[in-house]
């Protein structure tokens, strides 16, 4: 990562995102403080001279004028001081108003067309999102502001006080010195390290090592289980020391870097100003009289506070590459972040296959795209089933749904049962065939595990929707409260403290109550398809048929994966996968499924009792041998 042409494209780009027009705030904050910018230069040029002036007033003895001076001294902080506060204040301001633009403009993109899905499970471009978007965002916007305040200011400072001291010492002397900084300059940006692609990689270090951490919190309870503290120890240490090793190679490289810029900057640059502030002192300045003791204190005093002023502005200036180089850093992350979301959102997705079939047998499906229509039916004509990771589970899926009917899913698990409504829900792409679906609002699901939002527990019933979604479909608390009596869970309401109580439903709740809160949700939006996946596996086989009897009622179509033959009733059709990569879409008879089942299972007991008959069967015959042979044993004699 360097200071080149990308780089400058890139923040051109995230520039447009942060200030995206002349009439925007954060132009006008950044015209506010470049004002300031400017009256704090022209501040210091007149301090410069307001030394000079009282410097001069004590070498002639002259107690007035010293006076006068230091009054005017005085006066002149009271702006000085309030600039500065503004200064820091505005460079904070912007900072703020920057990362607020960007942010909301990453979640925009974040949050739609389900780019988040896809970042985390369908490309493996970029491993740790919630990093790029909380820490490297707020860092750019830090750089970005700092830098403009580092930059802007010496620029315009370098470029006033050279004109003033041009007109002091002359232009020759001032040229020669220019000259000597610009070859200093350029050495110094030659051995300056690539500190852009250093920052980079530790804010990747950094999003790995806060990964680990947030990886070990969400499988604690597994951990625990099974002893691996020692392991996940060994992993948290092994990210945290490949951190702190990068860290402190950037720090060894800031040591060599360092003493380099304070040589240049504080020592050269200040001998060769000193030399050029001694110019009035050894050789005759129009307008400055040989004994004048006072005019030449005042030149020096002035020449040099104005030197060192430069000096100090062009040592940010040179400063600040390294503060570019690490703004570059940072540009890169976070671009790379918005290119990542573009490319998701048209469907370019990159990620490292771990299919267990070879790359032959499923380049030709991979490689494919099929056709999504949005249509009141569901209907899957020759449509593959692959996984994120590359397995084809189903080369070929027909089937279809209307309204009206129910459709029952089954089969082993891993064939492809969820896949499906993954693909439904625009989750997963489709890699060949036609898919018509509904619009989005049109289908439900809910899974075996509910999602509970952070918020109320009314929010928990109307999610997505908010309070004035649901205001405006006319539905009140106690129409919700009739929607948890069908489920049986209303009592919930006054033994939490009311809809208004804010929790951690997903703590507060048991397994059972979350599924009846989850149909509860279903009901609440009667939507024309219900995806039903295993989500009734918590609660009674009662509470079942109440959730089932009311969602048909309701004419939600339903699509159900589950093995409980209890359910077999609700649905009129099924489609069954074998495991082996075929499947059955067929007419589903629930009676006379129930039969052959109680039939399977009654001779899948028997079957099971043969070896017990067959052993039983053995030993009678060989008792019944031994009698035989007492028998004849016994005639003998």
């Given at each position: 990562?360097?200071?080149?042409?990308i780089?400058?494209?890139?923040?051109?780009?995230?520039?447009?995102?942060?200030?995206?027009?002349?009439?925007?705030?954060?132009?006008?904050?950044?015209?506010?403080?470049?004002?300031?910018?400017?009256?704090?230069?022209?501040?210091?040029?007149?301090?410069?001279?307001?030394?000079?002036?009282?410097?001069?007033?004590?070498?002639?003895?002259?107690?007035?004028?010293?006076?006068?001076?230091?009054?005017?001294?005085?006066?002149?902080?009271?702006p000085?001081?309030?600039?500065?506060?503004?200064l820091?204040?505005?460079?904070?301001?912007?900072?703020?108003?920057?990362?607020?633009?960007l942010?909301?403009?990453?979640?925009?993109?974040?949050?739609?067309?389900?780019?988040?899905?896809?970042?985390?499970?369908?490309?493996d471009?970029?491993?740790?999102?919630?990093?790029?978007?909380?820490?490297?965002?707020?860092?750019?916007?830090?750089?970005?502001?700092?830098?403009?305040?580092?930059?802007?200011?010496p620029?315009?400072?370098?470029?006033i006080?050279?004109?003033?001291?041009?007109?002091?010492?002359?232009g020759?002397g001032?040229?020669?010195?220019?000259?000597?900084?610009?070859?200093?300059?350029?050495?110094?940006?030659?051995?300056?390290?690539?500190?852009?692609?250093?920052?980079?990689?530790?804010?990747?270090?950094e999003?790995?090592?806060?990964?680990?951490?947030?990886?070990?919190?969400?499988?604690?309870?597994?951990?625990?289980?099974?002893?691996?503290?020692?392991?996940?120890?060994?992993?948290?240490?092994?990210?945290?020391f490949?951190l702190?090793?990068?860290?402190?190679?950037?720090?060894?490289?800031?040591?060599?870097?360092?003493?380099?810029?304070?040589?240049?900057?504080?020592?050269?640059?200040?001998?060769?100003?000193?030399?050029?502030?001694?110019?009035?002192?050894?050789?005759?300045?129009?307008?400055?009289?040989?004994?004048?003791?006072?005019?030449?204190?005042?030149?020096?005093?002035?020449?040099?506070?104005?030197?060192?002023?430069?000096?100090?502005?062009?040592?940010?200036?040179?400063?600040?590459?390294?503060?570019?180089?690490?703004?570059a850093?940072y540009?890169?992350?976070?671009?790379?972040?918005?290119?990542t979301?573009?490319?998701?959102?048209?469907?370019?997705?990159?990620?490292?296959?771990?299919?267990?079939?070879?790359?032959?047998?499923?380049?030709?499906?991979?490689?494919?795209?099929?056709?999504?229509?949005?249509?009141?039916?569901?209907?899957?004509?020759?449509?593959?089933?692959?996984?994120?990771?590359?397995?084809?589970?189903?080369?070929?899926?027909?089937?279809?749904?209307?309204?009206?009917?129910?459709?029952?899913?089954?089969?082993?698990?891993?064939?492809?049962k969820s896949?499906?409504?993954?693909?439904?829900?625009?989750?997963?792409?489709?890699?060949?065939?036609?898919?018509?679906?509904?619009?989005?609002?049109?289908?439900f699901?809910?899974?075996?595990?509910?999602?509970?939002?952070?918020?109320?527990?009314?929010?928990?019933?109307?999610?997505?929707?908010?309070v004035?979604?649901?205001?405006?479909?006319?539905?009140?608390?106690?129409?919700?409260?009739?929607?948890?009596?069908?489920v049986?869970?209303?009592?919930?309401?006054?033994r939490?403290?009311?809809?208004?109580?804010?929790?951690?439903?997903?703590?507060?709740?048991?397994?059972?109550?979350?599924?009846r809160?989850?149909?509860?949700?279903?009901?609440?939006?009667?939507?024309?398809?219900?995806?039903?996946?295993?989500?009734?596996?918590?609660?009674?086989?009662?509470?079942?048929k109440i959730?089932?009897?009311?969602?048909?009622?309701?004419?939600?179509?339903?699509?159900t994966?589950?093995?409980?033959?209890?359910l077999?009733?609700?649905?009129?059709?099924?489609?069954?996968?074998?495991?082996?990569g075929?499947?059955?879409?067929?007419?589903l008879?629930?009676?006379?499924?129930?039969?052959?089942?109680?039939?399977?299972?009654?001779l899948?007991?028997?079957?099971?009792?043969?070896?017990?008959?067959?052993?039983?069967l053995?030993?009678?015959?060989?008792m019944?041998?031994?009698?035989?042979?007492?028998d004849?044993?016994?005639?003998?004699?």
């Amino acid at each position: 990562i360097q200071v080149d042409t990308i780089f400058f494209e890139r923040l051109k780009r995230l520039l447009k995102i942060v200030i995206p027009g002349i009439r925007s705030k954060e132009l006008w904050l950044l015209i506010i403080h470049s004002s300031f910018l400017v009256f704090r230069t022209i501040l210091s040029v007149y301090v410069a001279a307001l030394d000079g002036r009282i410097v001069s007033a004590l070498v002639r003895g002259n107690g007035k004028d010293f006076l006068t001076g230091i009054v005017w001294w005085m006066t002149v902080a009271i702006p000085a001081t309030y600039t500065n506060s503004m200064l820091t204040y505005m460079q904070n301001k912007l900072a703020i108003q920057f990362r607020t633009r960007l942010t909301q403009h990453i979640h925009k993109k974040y949050l739609s067309d389900m780019t988040f899905y896809a970042i985390g499970n369908l490309d493996d471009r970029i491993k740790n999102a919630d990093q790029c978007i909380t820490v490297d965002t707020r860092k750019f916007c830090d750089s970005l502001s700092e830098l403009y305040s580092n930059l802007a200011k010496p620029i315009l400072d370098v470029f006033i006080y050279y004109l003033q001291l041009a007109n002091n010492v002359g232009g020759e002397g001032l040229f020669a010195l220019s000259f000597m900084v610009h070859i200093s300059s350029v050495i110094l940006r030659a051995l300056t390290p690539p500190f852009g692609k250093m920052v980079a990689e530790e804010q990747r270090l950094e999003g790995e090592f806060r990964f680990t951490h947030s990886r070990l919190i969400e499988n604690a309870e597994e951990i625990a289980l099974y002893s691996g503290h020692e392991v996940e120890k060994a992993i948290l240490d092994r990210n945290y020391f490949a951190l702190i090793k990068h860290i402190n190679r950037i720090f060894r490289k800031r040591i060599f870097h360092g003493m380099m810029e304070d040589f240049i900057i504080k020592y050269l640059w200040g001998a060769l100003g000193l030399i050029l502030c001694s110019v009035p002192v050894f050789f005759t300045v129009p307008g400055i009289k040989k004994g004048d003791l006072g005019a030449r204190a005042e030149g020096f005093i002035t020449n040099r506070r104005l030197l060192l002023s430069s000096s100090d502005a062009f040592g940010r200036i040179m400063y600040s590459y390294k503060e570019i180089a690490e703004l570059a850093g940072y540009t890169a992350r976070v671009s790379e972040l918005l290119d990542t979301f573009d490319a998701v959102k048209a469907g370019r997705f990159e990620k490292r296959l771990v299919s267990s079939a070879s790359t032959e047998e499923n380049a030709a499906v991979l490689s494919g795209r099929g056709e999504v229509i949005e249509n009141e039916s569901i209907k899957f004509v020759d449509v593959p089933i692959v996984s994120p990771n590359g397995d084809v589970l189903l080369k070929s899926l027909s089937f279809y749904v209307k309204p009206g009917m129910h459709l029952l899913i089954v089969g082993p698990n891993g064939c492809g049962k969820s896949s499906l409504f993954r693909i439904l829900g625009g989750l997963w792409p489709v890699y060949g065939g036609t898919v018509q679906r509904p619009n989005p609002k049109d289908i439900f699901y809910i899974p075996q595990r509910p999602y509970l939002s952070l918020g109320t527990l009314r929010d928990q019933i109307i999610y997505p929707h908010t309070v004035e979604d649901m205001k405006r479909r006319g539905i009140t608390d106690d129409d919700l409260l009739e929607i948890l009596k069908i489920v049986q869970i209303n009592t919930i309401v006054e033994r939490e403290g009311g809809w208004d109580k804010e929790r951690e439903w997903k703590d507060a709740l048991s397994g059972g109550d979350k599924q009846r809160i989850a149909m509860a949700r279903l009901f609440y939006h009667q939507p024309k398809y219900a995806i039903l996946d295993e989500c009734t596996s918590a609660v009674g086989l009662d509470i079942e048929k109440i959730m089932y009897t009311h969602a048909t009622n309701l004419g939600i179509s339903l699509l159900t994966v589950s093995h409980r033959p209890s359910l077999w009733k609700y649905h009129n059709y099924i489609l069954q996968y074998d495991g082996q990569g075929g499947y059955v879409f067929t007419k589903l008879d629930a009676e006379r499924r129930l039969k052959l089942q109680e039939e399977k299972q009654h001779l899948e007991q028997k079957l099971v009792e043969v070896p017990k008959l067959q052993d039983r069967l053995n030993d009678l015959k060989a008792m019944l041998a031994e009698r035989d042979s007492g028998d004849n044993l016994n005639k003998t004699f």
